[in-house]
């Protein structure tokens, strides 16, 4: 016989787990759409009364943040699309094709990802400095575009794909980029999705890196731009509220769309049995 | 072994190398050697002159090592590293396997619900997310103490007391990376099969001990991986000091990145901030290999 009260402590304890979780993007919603000041009342409101969009318009006008979402939405789509291509290939190449040193090169690299990424940002920033690419698109991008978790998660899911689909291809004729094309790709579908979101969400929410490489208000990604606004406008509740809603409203629907795929490359990569 | 002709043969090693080149190339370039190049950094007195013409900086050997570990700010940043590493990283991993005990109950309502749920705060950008809770931990209009206010606890000072603004980002930091841990964990809770719970129930054992003799020994693997995860992600803290609490109240907060950010694109004694950095990477280290002894001498 079931006892009730077993279940009424977990799930109680599952709602308040909720409303901790929550309450902190609830409030900042809520306060994004108070008139200035109404956040800073006592005792302090819940909801906005009434709601307005000035602090968004002024996001967009006197702020000009259209330009910050607009390089983060650049520099998150580039760094996709370049590392989704490198890792696949390079992913594919270490599980499937044969070539010379390939285990010894591969874990050099598993190696590389115990060296945490702050040691050699003083050193690229210098390079980059010298390459002129310092403050540009390119400059911030480069770091993500072929990270080495990323090859080590395509080379896993590769593992797995039947030899006999590649020796019967190649008894056929085809050459290694064909049936890269046609047969290994559609089969890796599923890892590059979840290394896709994996990377726009990491590019977009990335912090450090921006801020060494970007010198200037027009060329910064959201977080960095909310960063220095928050400097600035500490008094602003409301309109710091409305930005970080903006820096965090597309990775959440990324999230909330993708979450299948996204969860699924979690587990994989993660779970060591 | 299939036989391979020669001209396949060939053929593959051509493809491996040519599809590896690009990401291979660009993690040398940019990668291996910033790390090389940074350790040669740490070895010179380069610094903003050097920017400019960099024949003015001179080998100076280990004096960026010693001038590191002679500087009292980078004792606290350690010290401050290590309360969020040794303090936050267990609270962290505690509340992530509670959230996964409780999604994972067979009595939880609307499990999937709770559990994505719980992932949120993991993909909100954390700039952001530092810039609400700032606010959240205002001492006269902040929500957090208007809260606490309801049991009788008086307006905390959480961001301007220097004993208090590390665990309170400590608190932010486990509020947004517990859903992570949680799912890593939930997919290794499901792998347990239920005929050691069924086992272990009928040897009378209650929820406790179930947990204790079947859970924690199963787990054991990904639970190892976890706490390395975090621990190495801990040291990292940066983010949160920066815009929080620029590192104070009276240097409380300034952790070991926050340092050596300050001092490479602040001062632009790049030398020593790579030493800094250089140092960090033996103390994660080290404490990396530290914990994997530990918990192996726990298991066996």
Known sequence: ?????????????????????????????????????????????????????????????????????ANSLMIATGSTLICVLLC????????????AGRERIFRGLVLGMLIPAQVGMLPLFLMLKAMGLVNTVAGVIIPMMAPIFGIFMVRQHA???????????????????????????????????????????SSWNDFLWPLIVLSDDARYTLPVALANLSGEHVQDTELMMAGAVLTVMPVLLVFLVLQRHYVRGLLQGGVKG | MRAMSAPAARGQTLAGWVFVAPALSLILLFFFVPVIAGLVLSLTDFDIYAIASPDTARFVGLGNFAAVLTDPVFWIALRNTMFFVLVGGPLTVAVSMAAALLVNSKLARAPAFFRSLYFIPVVTTLVAMAVVWRYLYHPRYGLLNHVLGFVGIGPVDWLGDPRLAMPAIVILSIWKKFGYNMLILLAGLRTIPEELYEAATLDGAGWWASFRNVTLPNLAPTFLFVCVMTMIEQFQLFAEPYVMTQGGPLKSTTSIVLLMYEEGFRWWRMGHAAAIAFVLFVIMLAATMVQLRLQKERAT
């Open chain 1, 159 to 201: 593992l797995s794909i039947p030899g006999a689909l590649l020796d019967a291809a190649r008894m056929d004729g085809a050459s290694e980029w064909r049936i890269f094309l046609k047969i290994v790709v559609p089969l890796l579908r599923p890892i590059m999705a979840t290394l896709a979101i994996f990377i726009f969400l």
């Open chain 1, 88 to 99: 696949s290939m390079a992913g594919y190449a270490f599980a499937r094709l044969e070539f």
């Open chain 1, 1 to 69: 016989m079931k006892r009730a009260l077993p279940s009424i402590v977990v799930n109680t304890l599952l709602v308040i787990g909720a409303l901790a979780t929550a309450a902190p993007l609830l409030w900042m919603i809520s306060a994004s759409f108070m008139p200035a000041g109404q956040s800073n009342e006592l005792p302090p409101r819940l909801l906005p009364s009434p709601p307005t969009l000035e602090h968004y318009v002024t996001l967009f006008t006197r702020l000009d943040l259209a330009r910050n979402l």
